[in-house]
T-cell receptor
């Protein structure tokens, strides 16, 4: 079966711009979580969506937002990009809400210049 | 504040060596501990540990949890170059939130 698909794989943006990242979960998975990964910081939780509703949110500024569509695909948006937003953004899907049975995508590498 | 600390942050060994990776935690309402392997980008699940003293084993990898001393170790015996990766530890709290460690970068030299 197809895995979790994230697009694009790589992205270069300029400070102040905004960006939208996409995540298509495994078929049948209704929960999608987003993480930011920077060297030495591990994975930082952004938010989780389940059945189009945001269920949990991490400690990120309001510039980071997301949504989930009826087909469970999810997008996250970062507005007014800062240099510190450069990171690998990973999404993970699971059948039910919660963290067990996570399957991660390969991520989107965002570079802000 | 809840936290998960992994050590060492990086490790270089030769093929055939045995390595032990550490994960200590301070989490108010512990539910379970997870280990993941991240080779290129997508972390892949290794183990879930919920009970103290019960070893989980998969091939050359094994892991154990000590809930009294608040740590877990991941052992890899007879290492191979394919074991080179970042190993991530995460604790699940009572709200099913994951608290991640920063990871241990393991490099296996031929």
């Amino acid at each position: 079966k197809a895995g979790v698909t994230q697009t694009p794989r790589y992205l270069i943006k300029t400070r102040g711009q905004q960006v939208t990242l996409s995540c298509s979960p495994i078929s049948g998975h209704r929960s999608v979580s987003w993480y930011q990964q920077t060297p030495g910081q591990g994975l930082q939780f952004l938010f989780e969506y389940f059945s189009e509703t945001q269920r949990n949110k991490g400690n990120f500024p309001g510039r980071f937002s997301g949504r989930q569509f009826s087909n469970s695909r999810s997008e996250m948006n970062v507005s007014t990009l800062e240099l510190g937003d450069s990171a690998l953004y990973l999404c993970a899907s699971s059948k039910d809400t919660g963290v067990y049975g996570y399957t991660f995508g390969s991520g989107t590498r965002l570079t802000v210049v | 504040e809840d936290k998960v600390v992994q050590s060492p942050l990086s490790l270089v060994v030769h093929e055939g060596d045995t390595v032990t990776l550490n994960c200590s935690y301070e989490v108010t309402n512990f539910r379970s501990l997870l280990w993941y392997k991240q080779e290129k980008k997508a972390p892949t699940f290794l183990f879930m540990l919920t009970s103290s003293g019960i070893e989980k084993k998969s091939g050359r990898l094994s892991s154990i949890l000590d809930k009294k001393e608040l740590f877990s170790i991941l052992n890899i015996t007879a290492t191979q170059t394919g074991d080179s990766a970042i190993y991530l530890c995460a604790v699940v709290d009572s709200n099913y939130q994951l608290i991640w460690g920063a990871g241990t970068k393991l490099i296996i030299k031929p």
